[in-house]
């Protein structure tokens, strides 16, 4: 066989393969993991149901495929790419946010739908164990979250007293929770600044205090120009009465 022959067979094998994996994505999201046969997915994807467990042994097999291409293809590279362009903490923090909600509300939010089945196929199926494929996979992706957050501290940031694992389950729930609600309300319009909405709130907690003092020194001080410019104003109306009164 050429190379070019290897090649074709290859891509064949490939497309077959993502074929599989759509067609099993789209109706364990919609129909539910023990509601979906592998006939119905060999059939959506257009195979026989004999090629599917010739890519993948068993159901469960098939959606940590789909979850797989999901994090490695999908949230691990843009997350990383995140971390190598965007220096400052918040600023870092506001792109992995927006990433993640833009990646699981893709498609009517069928990847959040996804995810939250496997939660319970794969406590069901492999326990609650370190061992757990989708534990191993969400560890690599958090991974860069806890990177933006201990350079955040090691740059003062952020307060050096934060616990990595509480404010990671802080930062993602927060984030997948408002995104349901924002979904349901409004779908994907809006989104960016619904996750400004969520953040400011968790970046007042997590900012060092310093920098936290400095910002409210900078609102007194405005708030005193601001005192200052009316009274000044309403000292300049009592003077236009006053003058008033004496011209009459």
Do not use: C
């Not at 469960?60 to 949230?75: A, H, K, Q, T, W």
């Not at 190598?84 to 506001?94: A, C, F």
């Not at 406590?123 to 969400?138: A, C, D, I, K, V």
């Not at 993602?172 to 349901?184: A, N, P, W």
């Amino acid at each position: 066989m050429t190379d070019t022959a290897r090649r074709r067979s290859r891509e064949r094998l490939e497309e077959r393969e993502r074929g599989i994996l759509d067609a099993a994505t789209r109706l364990f999201a919609t129909a539910g993991f023990h509601a979906t046969s592998t006939r119905k997915i060999a059939s959506a994807a257009g195979v026989s149901e004999g090629t599917v467990f010739h890519y993948f042994g068993s159901k469960n097999e098939l959606m940590l495929g789909i979850l797989d291409r999901f994090y490695n293809e999908v949230l691990n590279p843009k997350a990383a790419e995140v971390l190598d362009t965007v220096m400052d903490t918040r600023g870092r923090l506001r792109a992995l946010a927006l990433h993640h909600v833009s990646s699981l509300a893709a498609d009517n939010a069928l990847m959040l739908r996804l995810l939250q089945v496997y939660v319970g196929v794969d406590l069901e199926f492999l326990g609650q164990s370190e061992q757990s494929p989708l534990r191993s996979l969400n560890r690599d992706y958090v991974g860069h979250l806890d990177r933006a957050v201990r350079e955040g501290m090691e740059r003062g940031d952020l307060r050096d007293s934060l616990q990595v694992r509480p404010l990671r389950d802080m930062f993602f729930g927060t984030l997948e929770y408002g995104l349901r609600t924002h979904m349901y309300h409004r779908g994907v319009d809006g989104l960016a600044d619904y996750v400004d909405t969520l953040l400011d709130p968790l970046w007042e907690g997590l900012r060092e205090a310093d920098q936290q003092g400095s910002d409210a020194t900078l609102i007194a001080e405005r708030l005193e120009a601001v005192s200052r410019r009316l009274e000044r104003s309403a000292e300049l109306l009592e003077e236009r009465k006053t003058s008033g009164s004496l011209h009459e």
